[in-house]
């Protein structure tokens, strides 16, 4: 709890290029000299850029907690699954030319087959979630804007945050792979989902290359279906989760906990429940960061969660392009160890997700999170 550095004002600017673009081109159809139909398509367009907009404006779900007592675990209506591994060949999908290497959910997959730390039988496929789970977090205006913009060319030129029907739609399928990481724990005690993280997305916009908070959605949906009251995440990636601290602000059920690095996006931070802030000159290794966790069980001890959210993000990690610690592989898998045995050793059920990374070469990422899946796979056999 130390070095923090809360700026006044967002870096982030107030309109993509494909809202720059879309209103360049209804002035110039304005402006133009051609006939009806020149109007036409320009009202026609400025609609849909008013639409756009409106998204990022429109607020946010008010969540109603249900007033129903918890359903019992063992009464849960699906049938428990041997399974413990979310994954779908779906979360590959992606634009070749966008930073996120989106190619490490392939290859995580594949490896973890070849080298025989998973069969195919350690593995569900998700399903995708409906709208109307997702509106349980994001607002519906927020979720139009998505729409509009996966069905159009603008959908490309949208920021950082690309999107294309077929993205809105894997998305969708990682938002049900997290869901179905969070049931499998609550059914069996640990679940993991091979991708999912997205903890920049905000209620009412995307940044940071998430649209859909995945683990937020998955709480909300949990708690509506009465199988949580409390819920925790513990978010271990090099960035803020600030969407996910932003859409938890003022409730009291979920715990936030972040710990990630001061001078680095996202600016401004958001306040989760607990922030740990490290600047990059502090030199943060795998024992000063391993140091840092001993707060955990203290707080989970105070929390008491139903459910425990892990995001185990690969980019603390040393060659780590965006970030700036200084953690070694070994230093990642000793992480999870220390959070995944300290969870299971408070008897809180937990659900992984993988987060972000982003190590030149791709075989890094894969291998941290590889290292992660072994943790979970021993603490399955209980090895750990
Ligand atoms: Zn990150």
């Known amino acids: 709890m130390e ?5 006044a004002g967002s870096t982030r600017p107030p309109f993509t290029l494909a809202e720059i673009i879309l209103f360049l081109t209804v002035i110039y159809l304005f402006m133009g000299t051609g006939g009806n139909w020149q109007i036409l398509l320009a009202v026609l367009l400025l609609i849909y850029w008013f639409a756009l907009m409106a998204g990022k404006l429109w607020p946010p779900p008010k969540f109603d907690f249900p007033a129903t007592p918890l359903v019992r675990k063992n009464s849960t209506p699906n049938a428990p699954t041997k399974a413990n591994f979310v994954w779908s060949p779906e979360y590959k999908v992606g634009f070749w030319w966008h930073f996120p290497p989106v190619k490490k959910y392939v ?7 070849e080298e025989k730390i998973l069969t195919e039988d350690d593995f ?36 950082e945050n690309p999107i294309s029907f077929k993205i809105l739609k894997k998305l ?15 059914e069996q005690q640990i679940g993991m989902n091979l991708g999912g993280g997205f903890h920049h997305a905000f209620a009412c916009h995307e940044e ?43 409730d009291k059920t979920v715990f936030t906990f972040s710990i990630h690095q001061d001078d680095l996006y996202p600016y401004p931070k958001q306040y989760s429940n607990y922030d740990i802030s490290l600047l990059r000159n502090q030199r943060v290794d795998d024992k000063r960061y391993l140091e840092e966790l001993k707060v955990l069980p203290t707080l989970i001890q105070e929390h008491r969660p139903d459910l425990i959210i892990y995001l185990a993000g690969a980019d603390p990690f040393q060659y ?3 970030g700036g610690f200084l953690l070694t592989k070994q230093g990642l898998m000793d992480r999870d160890a220390y959070v995944l045995r ?33 943790v979970v796979h021993k603490l399955l056999k209980g090895d750990v």
């Open 3 to 7: 070095n923090y550095e809360y700026l």
């Open 107 to 113: 290859l995580i997959h594949h490896r973890a087959i």
């Open 124 to 159: 569900i496929k998700p399903t995708p979630l409906r709208d109307q789970d997702l509106a349980l977090v994001h607002g519906r205006g927020y979720l139009w804007r998505l729409y509009l913009l996966s069905i159009t060319p603008l959908g490309f030129l949208n920021g």
């Open 172 to 186: 969708k399928i990682a938002c049900g792979g997290t869901y179905l990481a969070c049931k499998i724990a609550l």
């Open 208 to 250: 940071g290359f998430c649209h859909l908070n995945d683990m937020s959605i998955a709480i909300r949906k949990l708690q509506t279906e009465r199988l949580i009251n409390r819920a925790m995440i513990i978010d271990c990636d090099v960035h803020q989760g600030n969407g996910t601290a932003s859409i938890f602000e003022s």
């Open 320 to 322: 780590d392009r965006l």
């Open 342 to 374: 300290v969870c299971a050793d408070i008897d809180i059920p937990t659900a992984i997700v993988l987060g972000g990374g982003y190590a030149s070469n791709i075989d890094d990422i894969v291998e941290i999170h590889l290292n992660t899946i072994r």
